[in-house]
């Protein structure tokens, strides 16, 4: 029997021989005990790969997947190995190393860290701005309301906790006057965003607050400086409930 019929062992255990190669492996497989040791060693090693990387995806990580996609670049085009001598003994040389990677991936575990090679930090795919990502999030809601004329845009998403505000010919506020926005909640009622004053008749502004738990937003006119409760009617409201 041919000496080099021991090198097949990691060839076989991940089913990568030919059908003449793997029937006379597998009768030399009866005969040997070292190479049925190795094989169940390597067969071993790749099924850790299941069960211990396997891991329950966090809710956020398909949002988060969704709203970046732009900025992932395609995989390099796959290049087989250049042959030393023959495909045979080819195989037989990258084979095995590679299940024994896969040996010390399951080592590692859920917590090991991939390096691509092929990242690019240079690379010049487009960015999403923070209002485009809250505009393109699977679960974003958006109510736009008539306002004196002008018009109040809001894009809101419970999964990022932010909204886009965006207004346009909103009629101009006296001196000492700012807009001030405010969320809905459920529990609390009218509760003012951190950051949410508005000035200019047309803005865009991204706001981050507690959308999780608001039914609702509005925008008051308020002191400058804002104010920790509504001290005026709303100009404008907006129901996130049959948006």
């Known amino acids: ?44 090693a790749a099924g850790l790969l299941v ?23 395609p995989l390099p085009p796959v290049t087989p190995p250049t042959p030393l001598h023959d495909g045979r003994s080819t195989r037989r040389r990258w084979v ?12 590692l575990g859920a917590g090991g860290v991939v390096w691509h090679p092929w990242t690019d930090e240079t690379s010049q795919a487009p960015q999403l701005s923070a209002a485009d990502r809250v505009r393109n999030a699977p679960d974003a809601v958006s109510v736009t309301r008539k306002v004196d004329g002008g018009e109040a845009t809001i894009v809101a998403s419970k999964s990022l906790n932010q909204f886009v505000v965006s207004t346009q010919d909103l009629p101009a506020l006296p001196a000492g006057k700012v807009y001030e926005m405010w969320l809905d909640d459920a529990d609390q009622g009218m509760v003012p965003v951190t950051g949410g004053l508005m000035t200019a008749a047309d803005s865009t502004v991204v706001l981050e607050g507690d959308v999780s738990n608001a039914s609702g937003a509005g925008i008051t006119v308020e002191p400058a400086g804002g104010s920790r409760v509504p001290t005026s ?3 404008v409201v907006f129901s996130f409930e049959n948006a």
């Not at 095995?96 to 080592?107: G, I, Q, T």
Request: hydrophobic letters at 50%.
């Open 233 to 235: 009617d709303p100009v």
């Open 96 to 107: 095995a190393p590679l299940v024994a990677a896969a040996a010390v991936v399951a080592a």
């Open 1 to 44: 029997m041919n000496s080099e019929i021991h090198a097949l062992s990691g060839a076989y255990a991940v089913d990568a021989l030919d059908d003449i190669e793997r029937a006379q492996f597998e009768r030399h497989l009866a005969e040997c005990a070292e190479c049925r040791a190795e094989v169940d060693s390597l067969r071993e």
């Open 51 to 73: 069960e211990t990387t396997a891991a329950e995806p966090p809710a956020a990580l398909r949002v988060r997947l969704l709203t970046e996609v732009a900025t992932v670049r």
